[in-house]
Structures are given as structure tokens and as C-alpha cells.
């Protein structure tokens, strides 16, 4: 069973789905993809070597007041950033 804290170890995802937030704090240099897991959402994250991230979904969707990798935040529109199948989030 340790095995499934690796992931989460080495993306430093911290997800407070009640609040709305997931945070990021990867422990790998860019370029990376990296696999998300919550509870009924699964997808990746990615970043470029110039600073882009991408999360895109493969399972589920998350609507967020909070999205930010290494201190990066996503933008939001009026407040939310959504995310859902064939609709990633590009910052």
C-alpha cells in the first residue's frame, strides 16, 4: 500500500476539496507530468521547462476557488477555475 503515497509525494498535491483548493508542490524539475488523484477525479499535471502548467482530467471534474502549482496560480473566472473532461486548464 505505500506504493499510492508515492505519487502524492513526489506531486505534493494537497487537496481540501470542501474548501475548493488544491495546491501543488512537486518535487521533480520541469518538464514533468505527474498523475492527480481525488476521490472520483482522476487526470495529470504537466509543466513545461518555460513555466507552463497544464492540468487536465481523465475521470471527474473539480470547480476550485484555488489552483496553484509551486506558488503558480491559476487564473480564475469570477472567482472559480473549473476543470472537467476535454477541458483542461492551461496557466
Known amino acids: 500500500m505505500v506504493a499510492w503515497h508515492i505519487p502524492l509525494a513526489i506531486s505534493g498535491q494537497q487537496a481540501d476539496l470542501p474548501r475548493r483548493s488544491m495546491t501543488f508542490a512537486p ?3 520541469p518538464p ?5 488523484f481525488v476521490p472520483g477525479v482522476m487526470g495529470t499535471l504537466s509543466a513545461t521547462a518555460a513555466g507552463q ?3 487536465a482530467l481523465t475521470v471527474g471534474e473539480l470547480s476550485l476557488t484555488e489552483l496553484s502549482v509551486a506558488g503558480h496560480a491559476a487564473p480564475t473566472s469570477g472567482g472559480t477555475v473549473r476543470v472537467a473532461v476535454g477541458e483542461p486548464v492551461t496557466w
Open 53 to 55: 502548467f497544464t492540468l
Open 27 to 29: 518535487k521533480v524539475q
Open 32 to 36: 514533468y507530468t505527474l498523475p492527480v
